[in-house]
């Protein structure tokens, strides 16, 4: 059972580029996030979606688009990446009901750390 | 806005102490709390939640309390081990909310 599983792990771009991040879930989970996190700042939600073919925007949306055709599936993308886009960036998911089986539960992705340079 | 404060600053313990970390909360007191462990080059992983109605919760060597007067959780670690080093992160969820807001965490350090 793979979880949350993040690609790619690694990636460098130079400013003005842009990229897509894939965030692939197996857990059958409704909700799926995505984080930002940068030295002392902790997580810091970017895009959300509820379901699939839904989004909504975060904490710090801008400079980011998210699209969820499916439901094991949230893409991540950056149209033209600027170097304060330097992170480690997290896909999360979750399934609907009550806690701690269910709502907001987040299970984490192992990470990808995006510079742009 | 809402804001969560966990101490910045590492800390560091002797191996078979008890840990306990700090997190606190500005404005209105979640519906939800909750622990995660992140260790180095990895996703968070999640620990422990409570209840707003809840004052303690325990797990195994974790308990977390719950006080919404004073808007602060305490996570406690008893018996710690070198392997319980790691960050650890607050996070709040509101009722009827889907997002959860996290604190920047507090990173421990278990001596041996």
């Known amino acids: 059972n793979a979880g949350v599983t993040q690609t790619p792990k690694f990636r460098v771009l130079k400013t003005g580029q842009s990229m897509t991040l894939l965030c692939a879930q197996d857990m059958n989970h409704e909700y799926m996030y995505w984080y930002r996190q940068d030295p002392g700042m902790g997580l810091r939600l970017i895009h959300y979606?509820?379901?699939?073919?839904?989004?909504a925007k975060g904490e710090v949306p801008d400079g980011y688009n998210v699209s969820r055709l499916k439901k094991q599936n949230f893409l991540l993308g950056l149209e033209s990446a600027a170097p304060s886009q330097t992170s480690v960036y997290f896909c999360?998911?979750?399934?609907?009901?009550?806690?701690?089986?269910?709502?907001?539960?987040?299970?984490f992705g192992a990470g990808s750390r995006l510079t742009v340079l | 806005s809402q804001k969560i404060e966990q101490n910045s600053e590492a800390l560091n313990i002797q191996e078979g102490k008890t840990a306990t970390l700090t997190c606190n909360y500005t404005n209105y007191s979640p519906a939800y709390l909750q622990w995660y462990r992140q260790d180095p080059g990895r996703g968070p992983v999640f620990l422990l939640l409570i209840r707003e109605n809840e004052k303690e919760k325990r797990k195994e060597r974790l308990k977390v309390t719950f006080d919404t007067t004073l808007k602060q959780s305490l996570f406690h670690i008893t018996a710690s081990q070198p392997a319980d080093s790691a960050t650890y992160l607050c996070?709040?969820?509101?009722?009827?909310?889907?997002?959860?807001?996290f604190g920047a965490g507090t990173r421990l350090f278990v001596k041996a």
């Open positions: 996070a709040l969820l509101y009722t009827g909310g889907f997002k959860t807001i």
């Open positions: 999360a998911s979750s399934n609907r009901g009550s806690p701690p089986s269910g709502a907001n539960v987040l299970t």
């Open positions: 979606s509820v379901g699939e073919g839904t989004t």
